[in-house]
């Protein structure tokens, strides 16, 4: 029989704790992205999140096809900058309906065109006054015409990431 000591319970409590509060996290940003990309109905969502300045990778994501896939991709980090970065932080929400007439840097769009991207509509996820990550949608197939409704079913769920209070305390 095993017998622990109180400051070890503590320890032992402490990680089953954080480990508990990592897999609701999981879950929660698992269904979001299946949920969002059933209702944009695309081809890919991720959330891209940022583990240091301006430099992340695809975390999560829901595919229409394994072909779609990109997750762990660390992104063109070099086309990500202080910039961008102010706009997703003010709350913007990017919408390109056709990459190839998008008015982004061509690291960006040859980035995109890599990924088998046509159309994105991207979500900021702040966390506290922090970019936490993107939440991403893709359509690969065709371009697509970004509604009003899309607009709000993205903003909500970044929104619903950003206040899970597993994920405020892990930022």
Request: charged fraction near 20%.
């Amino acid at each position: 029989m095993l017998h622990f000591q109180n400051r070890d319970h503590q320890g032992l409590i402490s990680v089953l704790t954080r480990i508990t509060k990592k897999l609701d996290q999981d879950v929660l940003v698992h269904d979001t992205i299946h949920e969002l990309r059933d209702l944009l109905d695309v081809d890919r969502v991720v959330l891209y999140y940022f583990y240091s300045h301006w430099q992340g990778q695809v975390t999560f994501e829901a595919l229409s096809d394994r072909q779609y896939s990109i997750i762990c991709s660390t992104g063109a980090d070099q086309c990500f900058n202080e910039s961008y970065a102010q706009l997703y932080l003010e709350g913007r929400i990017y919408a390109e309906n056709d990459i190839t007439q998008a008015p982004i840097s061509e690291c960006h769009r040859e980035f995109l065109r890599g990924l088998q991207v046509r159309s994105n509509l991207v979500a900021p996820v702040i966390v506290g006054n922090r970019l936490w990550g993107l939440l991403v949608a893709h359509h690969c197939q065709d371009i697509r015409q970004w509604q009003t409704s899309d607009f709000t079913a993205i903003s909500q769920s970044a929104y619903r990431l950003a206040s899970a209070s597993s994920i405020n305390i892990s930022a």
